[in-house]
């Protein structure tokens, strides 16, 4: 007896147990259901797998090295240090061929400053004052230029004065350029060297043309159309396809993002991975706020003159600042996200015949038919003993459409 | 018969399937649904679309430029180097306005070293010896200062001493400062300007409030109550705000991370977009751990003396270093994420009903009866051509409940 | 009857609805759902949850901060420099500690180089003329290094020559070096400390072993058999892990990234945390490609002379760089994540389902006969006023099996 069970359980274990389906011959709710398995099915095909090549697997967190390196040169003659002739070693900072750099376009000198005393800048609010009371003795004017002396110095009786300071004097000009004194270095070439790599599919890449013509690479010049494939960039074009001008820009600095994204299917072979560019500008929110656009710094130079007193050149350089960004996704063909996207893509199916039977069930006219065909009551019964039941006189007792005698040798 | 065919196969492409339901009466199982029904819809509107916000489309990648600034002097006055002024051109390392800088709050001077001979730290362990032999001849000390002439300096005959080093002379000084000679940088106002994009919506922001009072954003100082809109920082209150002392982080150095975090909802438009500032110390694991806490640095100057001969001052200064780090996200509302989440909220519905399936069939006292219900046998019996089937004697053979004679006309 | 009516509803609302499935005793089909059942369930067990760990919430975002510190020292003695002790200070460049750091490995110095005329470097290719007219005067040499003057220099009557320039004279030189002058740089060693903090789950750990054991920290270095917790790594080794050879690459440079993944299980506390070092040479896409490979800048120092007059040394140094990438994901027990990839596996089962019936209703040879056992006709008859219907003379009409006494207490 007891091995006879087990082998029947063993045998039901292997039947194949499928929903049972109410054949609605409602052609509303028939052509519903079939535009929604097409939507369904349109979603998965061309938006899961042809549009987010959901078959594949895909690796995010992409290697990049970015090495860059300018070229050109340009000359300048100002009344503070004469003729000088700047080349990349002085005008990109840092000169060391990094991801983010700064291109000098601009800059107001400073010279000869020396550690004595004088007027504090009319800019700095902190430094206003009317009477000697205002400038409190060895303490620092906030967010100025040194330390106050305990003088207040005007131009007549009744006028707003700074204070004196101790500090690096004279305090820097704000002379407004009219026109950038490297203007010319929108001229200049940048060379941006991009290694990537793919950890998980141990894939790298460089964006420098695989060519064997290396004067190719030597005097080319990137653009869209005609050469995609070369690595080297006019500064003056970089900031024209972000959208600004380069004399304009240059004359108070700013931020150019140069953009590098990579969108490998891999798939394709090394062929399908390829660098798309694209350039914006960075530090201005909207077009036209001059408020908080600009990019400026400052650095100096320390001397010491034949007594041993030192003194120092102070230079606010104006820059176009380069921020190669890159990122980048690779996919790959793998069985798992194909079947995840599939199963899931099926389930959703699910939620459209939900969505139909609501439908059916409580919008048309014989929904009341539809949901006595659709649910079959199982209402419980007293039994005797296991699985023998009663025959009942009531009829509502029993489930719809059942013959006890059917069920004895099923329970 | 062919043209019939296809006709009702064609109708019956828009019949309706619907899954038949067994009703089943039993009201814990029923509220048990019920309940799962509720947690699932609850977790779907809750979690899912308020929470998470899940009828958007979301974009992750940021693009982000910082631009800093610094403001403040310091006087200092050290019997190595006099009397100096630090401006920001000084003390902030790189003085370029970059995302990460480093503000000088200490510093150890060491000046006119020049390449001659002297003994080794005795701190380098490579570096001692008890006798000549154990300073080999032109190696380098590991991790040392020089290079090893042979000669053992002790300052006894059963002492442990170090090797002489052809070196830069004298060796750098380990002298413990009892408070930091940049203290009052505490007061220092780092202006942070940080703007972003989010290229899939085509939106950029600033952090810098979009005023027509300029001079507000000259003086304002930024707090999380009064100010949450200025983005002027007191380096004082950055190091407090992150759970620490700036006095006593100055001394040795330290390492704060400045998060902004921008967590867009563009659906309300460009103030449903604002940055949110915290503040953490990154370079201690916990807070009381001071063997591997702490940011330093050296940097030498060279000079010729008036024989030509090479000397220069080696600085090792401490420093705090702001790390300002900028992350984000942008949801927008679309059509696909919204349909996606109902549908597979939905599909979770369906493992809700596999439970309480479970409980049903299994765990319930009537289960038997219930699993007669649920399941229908469909034997398979033997046939006569095709969907005309022989009357059969034994009961057995038949799906409960079905007469032969309905099937007829359907298969 | 209305208050009845609500009772009913009220009380229905909770009778439990199951789906009624059909037992179709296929064998095959059968198994094949049961293979399908435990494909899944493998999947959801054995990929889900132990290989992804389906039930942690993870974190992505980690915050990350990296000091490096370099030591060694060594001894370069070139004709135009004389003897020369590089020590960190010189030879890492920023030598502030970064995350990003070059190390100087060889260098050409051209010392002297004073603002005055002399010939263009044949390797630019701008500066190649025949005539005179080829050199139009006060244009800038592209990618070169001066202003032409209008001459062409030239050795003989028919040869090409180069434009005479107004730039820092003597032109570089480009001398190939055997050996790097830095060779000695495979001995130095850089102690990484790596602070990496999970916000969310607000746990912070460091790479420096958290040991009382100070000398460990000092004369330790990374092995990952048998110093997997030492943060000090010989540049040498870090070359060689990468597959490369430390003197090779000096020569011309070349760049090296050092990977740290933090894959922390944070159910296993401070101890399921831990780094994992490995090592990538980055700037070679492919192994035996030179032409983009290598790492090379430039720095100025300038000078006056007696007179007044400025003049410069450049230096043109390889180095290698190192970029510390630091990754890292972080998983705690959630009970969301948990249901929602328990309820989607069990929601792929639907999709098994679904394939198994297409597999029995369309494939088998009886699948007629289980077409009609699943799909029930529902037929919508002519109904008599509310639910009651008129007995029917065909049969046609009546959905398959139903009695239609049976309906009437139900509708």
Not at 152 to 172: A, S
Request: net charge positive.
């Amino acid at each position: 007896m007891a091995e006879d069970s087990w082998k029947s359980f063993f045998l039901s274990v292997f039947d194949y147990k499928t929903e049972k389906y109410v054949i609605a011959q409602n052609k509303k709710v028939g052509i519903l259901y079939r535009v929604v398995q097409l939507a369904i099915l349109g979603y998965i095909v061309g938006w899961v797998f042809i549009t987010k090549k959901g078959y594949q697997e895909t690796e995010e967190s992409i290697q990049s090295s970015v090495v860059t390196k300018l070229k050109g040169v340009v000359l300048t003659n100002t009344s503070d240090s004469s003729l000088h002739l700047w080349g990349p070693e002085d005008y990109v900072i840092p000169s060391r061929g990094e991801r983010v750099f700064a291109v000098v376009t601009n800059f107001i000198e400073t010279p000869n400053q020396k550690l004595t005393y004088c007027a504090e800048s009319p800019r700095v609010r902190d430094g206003w004052c009317r009477t000697n009371e205002d400038c409190i003795p060895d303490t620092e004017v906030i967010a100025g230029h040194g330390i106050k002396t305990g003088r207040c110095l005007k131009t007549g009786p009744n006028t707003t004065g700074t204070c004196e300071i101790f500090g690096w004097c004279p305090i820097e000009r704000s002379r407004k350029a009219e026109k950038p004194l490297l203007g010319k270095a929108a001229n200049f070439t940048v060379y941006i060297k991009n290694t990537i790599r793919f950890p998980k599919f141990e894939f790298s890449k460089s964006n420098v043309l695989d060519t064997e013509d290396d004067s190719y690479l030597k005097n080319c010049s990137y653009n869209k159309i005609s050469h995609p494939y070369c690595p080297i960039f006019r500064l003056g074009d970089l900031v024209h396809w972000a959208g600004h001008d380069f004399h304009e820009m240059a004359l108070l600095g700013g931020s150019i993002g140069v953009l590098i994204e990579w969108n490998c299917d891999l798939d394709k072979g090394f062929s399908g991975c390829d660098p798309h560019y694209s350039f914006i500008r960075l530090d201005a929110a909207s077009v036209n706020k001059t408020v908080t656009s600009g990019y400026n710094f400052r650095y100096v130079k320390y001397f010491r003159d034949a007594t041993g007193a030192e003194f120092r050149n102070l230079t606010k350089a104006y820059g176009i600042r380069f921020d190669i960004m890159v990122n980048g996704k690779a996919g790959k063909f793998n069985i798992i996200p194909t079947i995840i996207n599939v199963g899931s893509g099926l389930a959703l199916m699910g939620a459209g015949a939900f969505f139909c039977d609501l439908v059916l069930l409580y919008m048309m006219k014989k929904s009341t038919f539809y949901r006595a065909r659709k649910f079959e009551s199982a209402k419980n019964c007293k039994t005797n003993g296991e699985g023998v039941r009663k025959e009942e006189k009531s009829n509502k007792c029993l489930p719809e459409r059942v013959q006890l005698t059917d069920l004895s040798p099923e329970s």
